[in-house]
């Protein structure tokens, strides 16, 4: 189960808190039933554990987050395939003027190994790992920066989902889906620019230089991962609707 903090306060920037925040993920147990940090909304299963800063505040000019996500296990004994590391911001219109980039993937050893990024939209990311280059057990940052081009309340949502050979999801002892999900809700005062990847439609470019190569997708497989994504919205729907 996940708990989430509507705290209205902005629970500090990086630097020290960030720290602390992975030190105190990074030590909760795989069987965690409950887990709780002040000022984040934060999720914990047999998966792993994610958390987000609560609430952001947008003043004219694009702002930096931190995703921390620390996988208890990739569940390798049941054939997955795939991790998909999914951050976006959806709108009931289907528009969006929430424009991000992922300026970090890594863990303190160095980057994720990345072997398809999909950023055809500016308001969404989608990050997808070979299980065999998984970092299991050590806290992975996702670094963003993130524009709103609109004054209002958004919120940046992120999904972490494992995936078999057919990019079908895999599922937990308890036979929900493998996911991880977390958001922020971003208050703008006053919009600020867009922001660009630096990145093309489903290239790993730009990024800031955050994210490392792995080997690339055939291309039928890349039929099959719309599949995926498509699994993966109706999963983001659902949680969205529960939060």
Known sequence: MYTHHRALRRAG????????????????????????????????NQFG?????????VRGAPIDLVVSVTLHT???????????????????????PVSLAVTRFATSSGPVVTTKVDHERPNEANLWVH????????????????GVSERG????????????????????????????????????????????????PGSNGGFGGGLLSGKKLPGPELVALAGGLGAAALVASRLRRDA
Do not use: H, K
């Open 13 to 44: 920037r990086m630097g020290s808190v960030i720290v602390v925040l992975i030190v105190a993920v990074g030590s909760l147990p795989a069987a965690a039933q409950g887990c709780s940090v002040a000022g984040w909304n934060t999720q914990c």
């Open 49 to 57: 554990t994610i958390a987000m800063e609560s609430q952001r505040d």
């Open 74 to 96: 990739s569940f390798s004994d049941r054939d997955t395939r795939w991790l998909l590391f999914s951050v976006r911001n959806v709108t009931d219109d289907g528009g969006s």
């Open 131 to 146: 299980v065999l280059d998984a970092p299991v057990g050590a806290p992975i940052e996702i670094g963003l920066r993130v």
């Open 153 to 200: 309340a958004f919120r940046l949502e992120t999904l972490v989902m494992a995936f078999d050979r057919g990019y079908t999801p895999v599922r937990q002892d308890d036979g929900s889906e493998a996911s991880l999900f977390s958001f922020t809700l971003l208050g703008v005062n006053q919009a600020s620019a867009s922001v660009s990847s630096g990145g093309g």
